[in-house]
């Protein structure tokens, strides 16, 4: 079964930076989705942040855009996701999600992705 753990969540004040990884395991494909997703209380589940493996490309929610960096490192099946200049209205629980096997296109949509880690919690006062 492919899992995908978190790691790197805490507490930090506005301005400051915090680095969340996830390490994805149970799969060989090389053609993948795995983005980074939040959940604030009261708020739908969003995506910030998207790449594909084949080829690295990204995209962006416009509230992260120029902010927050998402890369993988396909030898060790990881995802991180660098957030610098955090907001307090960055707090949420973040997930790692993941849509294996996947065209380029599968990373447009949200129901696509069908497997997702327990979240850690980021909180930004």
């Known amino acids: 079964d492919v899992q995908l753990v978190e790691s790197g969540g805490g507490s930090v004040q506005a301005g400051g930076s915090l680095r969340l990884s996830c390490a994805a395991s149970?799969?060989?494909?090389?053609?993948?989705?795995l983005a980074w997703f939040r959940q604030a209380p009261g708020k739908e589940r969003e995506a910030v942040a998207v790449?594909?493996?084949?080829?690295?490309?990204?995209y962006y929610s416009d509230s992260v855009n120029g902010r927050f960096t998402i890369s993988q490192d396909s030898a060790k099946k990881t995802v991180d996701l660098q957030m610098n200049s955090l907001k307090p209205e960055d707090t949420a629980m973040y997930y790692c999600?993941?849509?294996?096997?996947?065209?380029?296109?599968?990373?447009?949509?949200?129901?696509?992705?069908?497997?997702w880690g327990q979240g850690t919690q980021v909180t930004v006062s």
């Open positions: 149970g799969y060989t494909s090389s053609r993948n989705c």
């Open positions: 790449i594909y493996t084949r080829g690295d490309s990204t």
């Open positions: 999600a993941a849509v294996i096997s996947a065209i380029p296109s599968h990373c447009e949509l949200r129901t696509a992705f069908s497997v």
